[in-house]
């Protein structure tokens, strides 16, 4: 059956570094991969998109990579700060087929 | 601003007794989706409207339906509710499959 992992559950930096978050899967071709920043009792927020035959996207301080090969992506956010801790979610996508969430992995950027 | 908007914020109901969430959009999506959120858990898709078009995932137990009677509405029915029931139901839209997905912010339902 599919699975998705993420890197652990969760992550602590230091404010102002590169946090690099990490969705692995198998047994799952994505089409699409997308990224999602939920914070506590809310719903998820959508982020970035990355379709299966790109490597790479960015949108102001947050980068996402997608290696179809490796069955990874992922996603970076540089100069991070405080406001930036949440949990971040991955999402599996095939064209509307078993759409998926990863487990999560809970960020905390530390002053 | 458009929005998706869910009622009630917070609703319990007792054991065995059947109860209703509702979602609304403002944004004129194709898609609305309901998805099953426990405790530190990522959210667990049970089931999505392309347009009239039902879609329900494999392991949604049967306890749960769906309506969908406009663009704008959706229901969640939940005929028996079990203790297990109990967690943060979120309805999302999106402009159709593929595109990002817009949640509301929920409805945490307790069951007694």
């Known amino acids: 059956s599919q699975k998705i992992e993420q890197n652990s559950e969760a992550l602590n930096i230091q404010e102002g570094k590169t946090a690099t978050l990490t969705c692995n899967y198998t047994?799952?071709?994505?089409?699409?991969l997308q990224w999602y920043r939920q914070d506590p009792g809310r719903g998820p927020v959508f982020l970035l998109l990355?379709?299966?035959?790109?490597k790479e996207k960015r949108k102001e301080r947050l980068k996402v990579t997608f290696d179809t090969t490796l069955k990874q992506s992922l996603f970076h956010i540089t100069a991070s700060q405080p406001a930036d801790s949440a949990t971040y979610l991955c999402?599996?996508?095939?064209?509307?087929?078993?759409?998926?969430f990863g487990p999560g992995t809970r960020l905390s950027v530390l002053p | 601003d458009a929005m998706v908007i869910q009622n009630p914020r917070y609703q319990v109901t007792q054991f065995g007794k059947p109860v209703t969430l509702s979602c609304s959009q403002t944004?004129?999506?194709?898609?609305m989706y309901w998805y099953q959120q426990k405790s530190s858990q990522a959210p667990k898709l049970l089931f999505h409207y392309y347009d009239k078009d039902f879609n329900n995932e494999a392991d949604t137990p049967d306890n749960f339906q769906s309506r969908r009677p406009n663009t704008s509405f959706c229901f969640l029915d939940i005929r028996s509710p079990g203790l297990g029931d109990a967690a943060m139901y979120l309805c999302a839209t999106g402009q159709g499959h593929s595109y990002e997905q817009y949640f509301g912010p929920g409805t945490r339902l307790t069951v007694t």
């Open positions: 047994n799952y071709s994505p089409a699409y």
């Open positions: 999402a599996l996508d095939n064209y509307g087929q078993n759409f998926v």
């Open positions: 944004l004129n999506h194709n898609v």
């Open positions: 990355i379709r299966e035959n790109e």
